[in-house]
């Protein structure tokens, strides 16, 4: 009997084929919107004390790639059938915003909160959206922006996350692209890098780049094995479901490995 296979093994297998999609091939419409699966990733924005966008960003890039290493997901593991389920497929989160105690019943579901300097996210197991809890279902997904702020330098041992600056996202929006591209960076990476990593609880760092940084980094995307293999970058481009062009690349993820 063949031994199943780690949740992210499809989105590895699948990565360069996507990248070499002509745009229009990108656009998922075959399948009826309540028989998606997709990952909620609930984003926790008090009215009152709105988090930072940076921050929020950053804790959603790792909530979803947690949910994906979770000892939960590894086979034989309760999280592992619908985690392996949503990842054999279109990689899709639904990002909603909830305070109070909104945001505690949340809590009770399976998967993982992650908090950045004060900000909060909780990334779910994904499920069909015909089938998302109550909990999760009354939540709004429209309202999730927030203004850009003037982030720090970036950390030089984190995995850095570059957003496209000619594309307007809402938060949410850019939620979900960050956390595909952990995602990617999770399924991409050796072992030891990967442990390495996970040391670090996952962080990352998101930043919008400059227009010259991002003609750069995308320039070897023609080539996705290689861009990976010998500069560690991994891009990733949307299917066009909300807000964005399909085929339209969002982020470009970089691996630098340290000494």
């Given at each position: 009997m063949t031994a199943p296979e780690p949740v992210l093994a499809p989105v590895a297998a699948r990565y360069a084929w996507w990248l070499g999609l002509p745009a229009e091939r990108t656009s998922v419409r075959d399948v009826p919107p309540e028989q998606v699966w997709a990952m909620p990733v609930v984003l926790r924005l008090e009215k009152s004390a709105p988090p930072a966008r940076t921050p929020l960003l950053e804790a959603a890039a790792s909530?979803?790639?947690?949910?994906?290493?979770?000892?939960?997901?590894?086979?034989?593991?309760?999280?592992?059938?619908?985690?392996?389920?949503?990842t054999s497929g279109h990689i899709r989160k639904v990002a909603r915003r909830a305070r109070g105690v909104h945001w505690e019943a949340v809590q009770s579901l399976p998967g993982v909160t992650v908090e950045v300097e004060g900000a909060q996210v909780r990334a779910l197991v994904p499920c069909r959206v015909a089938d998302l809890?109550?909990?999760?279902?009354?939540?709004?997904?429209?309202?999730?922006?927030?203004?850009?702020?003037?982030?720090?330098?970036?950390?030089?041992?984190?995995?850095?996350?570059?957003?496209?600056?000619?594309?307007?996202?809402?938060?949410?929006?850019?939620?979900?692209?960050?956390?595909?591209?952990?995602?990617?960076?999770?399924?991409?990476?050796?072992?030891?890098?990967?442990?390495?990593?996970?040391?670090?609880?996952?962080?990352?760092?998101?930043?919008?780049?400059?227009?010259?940084?991002?003609?750069?980094?995308?320039?070897?995307?023609?080539?996705?094995?290689?861009?990976?293999?010998?500069?560690g970058l991994v891009a990733v481009?949307?299917?066009?479901?909300?807000?964005?062009?399909?085929?339209?690349?969002?982020?470009?993820?970089r691996w630098e490995p340290t000494a």
């Amino acid at each position: 009997m063949t031994a199943p296979e780690p949740v992210l093994a499809p989105v590895a297998a699948r990565y360069a084929w996507w990248l070499g999609l002509p745009a229009e091939r990108t656009s998922v419409r075959d399948v009826p919107p309540e028989q998606v699966w997709a990952m909620p990733v609930v984003l926790r924005l008090e009215k009152s004390a709105p988090p930072a966008r940076t921050p929020l960003l950053e804790a959603a890039a790792s909530a979803a790639v947690a949910v994906c290493l979770h000892d939960n997901s590894l086979p034989g593991g309760p999280w592992y059938d619908a985690v392996h389920t949503w990842t054999s497929g279109h990689i899709r989160k639904v990002a909603r915003r909830a305070r109070g105690v909104h945001w505690e019943a949340v809590q009770s579901l399976p998967g993982v909160t992650v908090e950045v300097e004060g900000a909060q996210v909780r990334a779910l197991v994904p499920c069909r959206v015909a089938d998302l809890p109550r909990e999760v279902s009354r939540l709004q997904i429209s309202g999730s922006d927030l203004p850009a702020d003037q982030p720090q330098a970036a950390a030089a041992d984190l995995p850095l996350l570059l957003l496209n600056p000619g594309v307007t996202m809402s938060a949410g929006k850019a939620a979900a692209q960050v956390g595909h591209a952990t995602m990617l960076l999770a399924a991409l990476l050796y072992p030891a890098d990967l442990a390495v990593w996970a040391s670090r609880n996952l962080r990352c760092a998101v930043r919008v780049a400059s227009p010259s940084q991002w003609a750069r980094v995308t320039a070897t995307l023609t080539d996705p094995h290689g861009a990976w293999e010998e500069q560690g970058l991994v891009a990733v481009r949307d299917a066009g479901f909300t807000e964005v062009e399909p085929g339209t690349v969002t982020v470009v993820a970089r691996w630098e490995p340290t000494a």
